[in-house]
């Protein structure tokens, strides 16, 4: 053995990262929708344009800045193509796909990433012409999920998506008493909702009556017990907070998030009556530094009127069981105790499919102070918003993301 192996190895220097290490924040720099409602002549991709065209010009910022992009539910290789059309070339992508959360958690995972250094400008952008598809015959009203892996033990007996939220509402009637006059509000409040946004679907009035007696779609769900079914997109653009000095408009903070997965098959859910947004809401409050009593407004995804009702009690805004109760006599309203899918939600105004990244865009639009007079939440003393909840749900209470957002 030679006496260099033998002789005391110099030390090394300690290792100096090439970036503070310190966590940047994450701004709401610019959001938008694209044409939606009824569309019959434009493509998935081109509103997919309209719409990163408009966020970015409600940014003010230069479109090279972006260097991170977040799509999923159209192309082969998404976000591959749709970078590709959109003239992007990002460094940093995600197509996670978890049905309608897959925004709320895709903003999560950008957040971090641009906490972290590895982006600096994350575009978030979806597009759909579902309701041209099916009325061109381009695609029937229901698509399989599949029949391999664990939902192969479920499809021979028929189960729709609308049946197993059909399902989870009936053992929460069953357990705690909610009636379906209760899960009617949900609809009419949303459908009142509705009535002051110009770009909502469905802006006519409707009562309790009306929803219970509209054709049953599956029991306990008349056909206004469940979402619509639109053509649109939106976009939603998030920053390093350095370049919020440059933005055209006041920056909304993403102050925390939250993610959860629960179950594929019904018989691997323990209790029907709780969703995934038990564990993605309590994630996020607590990154946060938040509660439920001192949220403003709350954009919660609304496929069917039970998805209301089940997240507000997971959320933390009143106890499990008692949402029938907590939705009665107004209180999702504009005006109400706690305003609740203040552009309409997935009921009235829109629902062209994932619509997670709609949540994100009207939670944004509201603390900006940019509903509209008529539409615009307010506090006791008339001062803007300062906190919102925007939380999504995938499949059938498979997943579940939930983002809280303030205005700085």
């Given amino acids: 053995m030679s006496a260099a192996s033998t002789s005391p190895r110099t030390p090394r220097p300690p290792h100096t990262p090439r970036t ?29 344009a309209q719409a990163a065209r408009r966020a970015l010009a409600d940014s003010g910022l230069d479109r090279a800045l972006i260097d991170g992009l977040a799509s999923a ?25 978890v049905g309608g959360s897959t925004w ?69 009637m069953h357990q705690y008493g909610t009636t379906l006059e209760q899960l009617a509000e949900v609809a ?15 802006r006519e009035p409707i009562t309790v009556d009306d929803v219970l007696s509209g054709p049953m779609i599956a029991d306990p769900f008349t056909k206004l017990h469940c979402c619509v079914r639109s053509d649109g997109g939106c976009a939603v653009l998030l920053v390093a907070e350095e370049y919020v000095p440059d933005l055209a408009k006041h920056p909304v903070w993403i102050l925390g998030s939250g ?26 409050f607590e990154r946060a530094g938040v509660a439920p009593d001192d949220i403003d407004l709350a954009q919660i995804y609304d496929a069917f009127t039970y998805m209301t009702l089940v997240t507000l009690e997971d959320l933390g ?18 005006d109400g105790g706690l305003p609740v899918n203040t552009d309409g939600g997935g009921l009235s105004a829109c629902h062209p499919g994932m619509r997670g990244l709609f949540l994100l865009v009207e939670a944004v639009r509201q603390l900006r102070g940019e509903a509209g007079e008529d539409r615009q939440v307010r506090k006791a003393d008339g001062a803007l918003p300062e906190l919102a909840v925007a939380s999504g749900t995938g499949g059938w209470f498979c997943s579940s993301g939930t983002v809280v957002l303030g205005r700085g």
């Fill in 20 to 48: 503070p290490s310190t966590p940047r924040r994450v701004a709401v720099a610019g959001v938008a929708l694209s044409d939606g409602g009824r569309v019959d002549e434009a493509t998935p991709y081109a509103l997919h």
């Fill in 73 to 97: 539910g159209l192309g082969t290789l998404a976000p591959v193509e749709v970078a590709e059309y959109l003239g992007l070339r990002p460094t940093w992508v995600d197509s996670t796909a």
């Fill in 104 to 172: 709320e958690v895709m903003a999560a995972h950008a957040a971090d990433a641009i906490a972290q250094r590895r982006a600096n400008a994350v575009l978030l952008v979806y597009g759909s012409t579902a309701r041209a598809d099916i009325k061109a015959r381009r695609r029937t009203s229901d698509l399989s999920f599949g029949a391999r892996g664990p939902l192969q033990f479920e499809v021979p007996y028929g189960h729709t998506l609308i049946a197993k939220y059909a399902m989870a509402a009936r053992r929460h």
């Fill in 188 to 202: 009419v409040q949303a459908r009142a909702n509705a009535a002051t946004n110009p770009e909502a679907q469905y």
């Fill in 259 to 284: 993610t959860a997965v629960s179950h594929t098959t019904m018989s691997e859910w323990e209790d029907f009556t709780v969703s995934p947004a038990a564990v993605s809401g309590r994630a996020a």
């Fill in 317 to 334: 805004f009143c106890a499990k069981g008692e949402g029938g109760a907590f939705v009665e006599k107004g209180r999702l309203l504009r």
